[in-house]
């Protein structure tokens, strides 16, 4: 059972990690990025590219992609976010998904088809520890993840720019006339989700693999564990993915395989159904 | 004058028709081409139209079918069967003589209403059992079906490795369904019942809960059948999760893409396949995969070099009977031939192969490399 929960967890984090970008463009611009997924798979294509193909270090390669990713970041937003940010919700979705089969394609004709992988910056090795194999690439995951999740909570409370962010995402017309360059913000944004999404990518990688359709099959379980923990809630984004995680794998091994995803879905929908608004989402008053 | 202008016109008419007759109709002899470019399940498919563009290249360079320049019609299957229904339309549009189809079954059950109404011979690589009992007689498989590939391995467990406790581990799929009745069935023949069963869907990337309820059951082998990515997280989590116990994998794992993402724990694993392009002595098919990498700048694999025989027993029927349908289908009914990776006849079904060999891999200096322990030829008198 320890076993289960361990893959469960570090599958958890791994979702939680890669809806974090996601989540931090929502909550900043109330854009629902289904494309992030596919950030994701870039950052993970990108290390793979430099380490492989240049040959270098895989920490450059990192630093590299992570640059690689920044300028991404901003070209996404000039392209499909900010020209029609001012139109109907449906449209920026719309637009996502445009840029995600964009993505998506211009990885299949650059990279091919083949799954690839991406090193671990720890190797391939494990830890038995009482019979319970901790993968040295699955410590390295619990720990960025730790890192990320303290390290993103002391940026938006301590530091200037993280609280200039904080006030674009609740009011962007009030931010404008405190003197925030929103535009500025809006990129500043794009570029943080973009090296999030590399973040993640570096360590989904090693694990998942990378193919062109490893954005989508992110995506969707991010996206789950993102509604299940709140909708735009951080906290609640890291319980949903990690209940998402342990109930995938618990559900797999205890129960049955065959209709494993069946089963997790029902338990999901279930929590929905008793707590609409997630594990934190924030109650909706009624306005009278 | 208005005669002069008649006559003119006429002349005109005339010219642009044979125009359009010469470029379109009697210049080319098209084949169709449909199998998957996009999607994650261009993995296989691209190898497979590179394949027929291998063969057409060759033909045409020699001058052709009779004179006549093959020209292949490629339309992309991605991994949807919408994608391959219109994909076929695009084809049949084109108005070819024959298809090369996709490998995928669940593609080729969506394309089979409409292959029957257009009376158009469709030959592909499937192993899905199901697909020759279909009443299809347009239908022609030319790589051995799951009864055949799934028959050795299971065989191969149970008499050589001398397996009682066998844990399957299959895929969701029409392809891992079909297999896994199969096995269960040589199984119960042989009085064993399996120690575990799980299954997963083929974009799982997390194998930790199925392998765990494998490793509970203590068994003796672990029987696997799954696509290329499954496949490489299956036999990797298997090594990580200390699953000590030998491993027979499906064909996907001789794939050299998947010994890639699999690294060192490809040692010892068993696979069953059809052929080993990258390692036979044959010098043919040396000199085939020579060509092939040069080419394509990849190494190919062995649905590759069947479909390149699938695209040469094609055009030699085309080349016997010409670009009708209907005796293209009656030529291939009848007639055996000698390919690169061996020898087709189709029976009743118009199942054409019937070889399969089991290998198993050792790592040596880093790479994969395939011992071949025994060949199987179930090929009916």
């Not at chain 1, 996404?76 to 449209?91: D, G």
């Not at chain 1, 490893?214 to 984004?237: D, E, N, Q, R, T």
């Not at chain 2, 298997?238 to 491993?247: A, E």
């Amino acid at each position: 059972m320890i076993q289960e929960i361990v893959a469960g967890f570090s599958m958890g984090c791994i979702y939680a990690l890669a809806g974090f970008g996601f989540v931090l463009v929502y909550n900043a611009v109330g854009a629902v990025n289904f494309a992030h997924g596919e950030l994701v798979m870039f950052g993970g294509y990108f290390g793979y590219a430099f380490s492989t193909h240049l040959g270098i270090p895989l920490w450059l390669a990192f630093a590299t992609s992570l640059l690689a990713m920044a300028i991404l970041g901003i070209l996404f937003n000039q392209v499909a976010y900010l020209p029609i940010r001012n139109r109907p919700v449906s449209t920026v979705i719309i637009a996502s998904i445009g840029m995600s089969i964009l993505l998506r394609n211009s990885a299949l004709a650059i990279w091919g088809p083949d799954p690839l992988k991406l090193n671990s910056f720890l190797g391939d090795g494990a830890i038995n520890i009482g019979g319970i194999v901790f993968l040295r690439h699955q410590l390295l995951i619990f720990a960025v993840t730790a890192f990320v999740f303290t390290g993103q909570s002391l940026f938006f409370s301590r530091t200037a720019i993280g609280r200039k962010l904080q006030a674009t995402a609740q009011d962007q017309e009030a931010a404008k006339l405190m003197g925030i360059k929103v535009t500025r913000m809006i990129n500043l944004t794009f570029i943080l989700a973009a090296l999030l999404a590399t973040i993640a990518g570096f360590l989904v990688a090693p694990l998942w693999f990378l193919d062109p359709e490893v954005g989508l099959a992110i995506i969707v379980k991010a996206f789950i564990a993102i509604v299940i923990g709140g909708f735009g809630s951080i906290p609640g984004l890291v319980v949903g993915g990690i209940f998402l995680g342990l109930t995938e794998v618990l559900v797999a091994s205890h129960l049955t395989s065959e209709y494993k995803d069946v089963i997790s879905f029902f338990i999901l929908i279930t929590v929905l159904m008793v707590m609409p608004q997630g594990f934190f989402g924030e109650k909706i008053a009624e306005k009278v | 004058m208005n005669n002069f202008f008649k006559n003119l016109s006429h002349f005109a008419l005339v010219l642009c028709l044979f125009f359009i007759f010469a470029t379109t109709g009697l210049a080319e002899v098209k084949v169709g081409v449909i199998s998957s470019q996009t999607s994650s399940l261009a993995i296989l498919g691209q190898r497979q139209i590179n394949a027929a563009i291998l063969a057409a290249e060759e033909w045409n360079e020699k001058g052709g079918i009779n004179g006549t320049k093959i020209r292949l019609i490629i339309e992309d299957s991605a991994d949807k069967t919408t994608t391959a229904v219109t994909a076929l339309d695009r084809v049949l549009g084109k108005n070819v003589c024959a298809i090369l189809g996709p490998i995928y079954s669940f593609q080729l059950f969506a394309m089979f209403p409409e292959v029957k109404k257009e009376k158009i011979p469709m030959l592909s690589t499937s192993g899905t059992r199901k697909l020759t009992q279909m009443d299809n007689r347009w239908y022609f498989r030319t790589y051995p079906h799951d009864g055949i590939t799934k028959r050795a391995y299971t065989l191969y467990a149970v008499e050589e490795l001398k397996s009682k406790k066998p844990a399957l581990m299959s895929v969701t799929t029409e392809y891992g369904k079909s297999g896994h009745e199969i096995i269960t069935n040589i199984l119960k023949a042989k009085g064993i019942a399996p120690v575990a069963e799980t299954w997963h869907e083929k974009a799982d990337k997390d194998m930790t809960g199925q392998l765990m309820r494998v490793k509970r059951s203590d068994p003796d082998i672990i029987i696997s059948q799954a696509h290329p990515s499954d496949t490489a997280i299956i036999l990797k989590q298997q090594r990580d999760l200390g699953i000590n116990v030998p491993h027979m994998a499906s064909s996907a794992a001789s794939m050299p893409s998947v010994h890639k993402l699999v690294g060192e724990a490809m040692e010892g694993v068993y696979v069953e396949t059809v052929t080993l392009p990258n390692f036979d002595p044959d010098p043919n098919i040396r000199a085939w995969t020579k060509k092939y990498i040069e080419k394509f700048k990849k190494k190919p694999d062995s649905f590759a070099l069947l479909y390149y025989d699938t695209a040469n027993f094609l055009f030699e029927a085309i080349k016997s009977v010409g670009p009708d349908r209907t005796k293209i289908r009656d030529w291939l009914e009848t007639t055996r031939y000698k390919g690169l990776a061996g020898q087709y006849k189709f029976d009743q079904e118009h199942n054409g192969a019937f070889f399969a060999i089991i290998v198993q891999y050792h790592i040596k200096d880093g790479k994969a490399v395939p011992e071949l322990k025994k060949k199987y030829d179930f090929t009916p008198n």
